[in-house]
């Protein structure tokens, strides 16, 4: 699989940004990246759906919302089954939760961070994959999925303990779910070449992910205090990102990644398809626990 995306491009004008009638589902859209995105879009003439626990956007137009929790893989496949895939043009699966100082796990078994922020969306993916695209017979680009996380970082994670339960250490637990979202990518661009599938790294942005990370809040608001210099708001992230959604120049390139500012990056070298399809396998195994049965898949 071709792995060399460094290819230029120059992205849509944010004047001329027009969502007009395009279908999108945000999972992870009540909040944060993905709260904003939503309301960004729509705000551009996109019917959108969003997924989360607290809808917070009801007297806004153009967004209706689906209620789940995403710990739960079971909740994770019913919204998969939900989602009209076959006539959405874009989906887009934002940053979750970041593990804590102590491990938590799911009433599934599974490591929160890993539940969240990876797990549900591999479980929704193998639900819509097949079914994306399908009623789509006026399009004239596949439909798009984008992956949040922080690909083109070199994390491998840890397959053989992807649910750290042979040690756990909360950096450990979370590049487990840095390494499975990029895993996420390259192998649904290859599982589904009907449909396009993007990586995107926002960097640090200042939404609420980190609250679990440093355990006591005042930790947590030095943290945030020294770092609020190097990070953006999500509401500038999602008008700068938005012209990527729909940029042309990256039709054909399924299986790319993007830094904060929309640009190509190139994806993890040291994520092997030997790794990634070890990931996958581990994935499937979690799924199994939760009850949640995947088609296999493995990239060649």
Not at 113 to 135: C, W
Not at 186 to 195: F, K, N, S
Not at 258 to 265: A, H, Q, S, W
């Amino acid at each position: 699989m071709k792995r060399d995306r460094s290819w230029t491009w120059q992205p849509i004008a944010a004047t001329r940004l027009d969502f007009t009638g395009l279908k999108i589902a945000v999972i992870g859209g009540t909040g944060g990246i993905g709260r904003a995105l939503s309301r960004h879009l729509a705000a551009h003439g996109a019917n959108v759906v969003v997924v989360g626990q607290t809808f917070r956007d009801s007297d806004l137009s153009g967004i209706s919302f689906i209620k789940a929790d995403l710990s739960l893989m079971q909740e994770a496949r019913r919204v998969g089954a939900s989602l009209p895939a076959e006539t959405l043009d874009l989906v887009i699966f934002t940053t979750g939760i970041m593990a804590g100082p102590t491990r938590e796990q799911t009433l599934d078994g599974i490591e929160r961070d890993v539940a969240i922020s990876y797990l549900s969306r591999f479980v929704m993916l193998n639900e819509i994959g097949p079914r994306l695209g399908k009623g789509r017979t006026e399009a004239s680009t596949k439909p798009r999925v984008f992956v949040m996380g922080f690909p083109g970082s070199n994390q491998l994670g840890k397959p053989d303990d992807l649910n750290s339960e042979t040690s756990y250490s909360r950096w450990t637990a979370h590049m487990n779910t840095v390494a499975g979202n990029e895993a996420l990518v390259l192998d649904a661009a290859a599982r589904y070449p009907q449909a396009a599938f993007f990586g995107l790294n926002p960097g640090f942005v200042k939404t609420g992910i980190r609250s679990n990370l440093f355990g006591p809040k005042m930790v947590l608001r030095i943290v945030e205090w020294m770092t609020g210099f190097m990070t953006s708001s999500p509401e500038s992230y999602a008008e700068r990102i938005a012209p990527l959604l729909i940029s042309p120049d990256i039709e054909g390139h399924s299986g790319a990644m993007f830094n904060n500012k929309g640009e190509p990056i190139l994806p993890s070298s040291k994520l092997t398809n030997r790794i990634v399809s070890k990931i996958m396998a581990a994935s499937e195994t979690l799924a199994a626990r939760a009850k949640v049965q995947v088609a296999p898949f493995r990239l060649p």
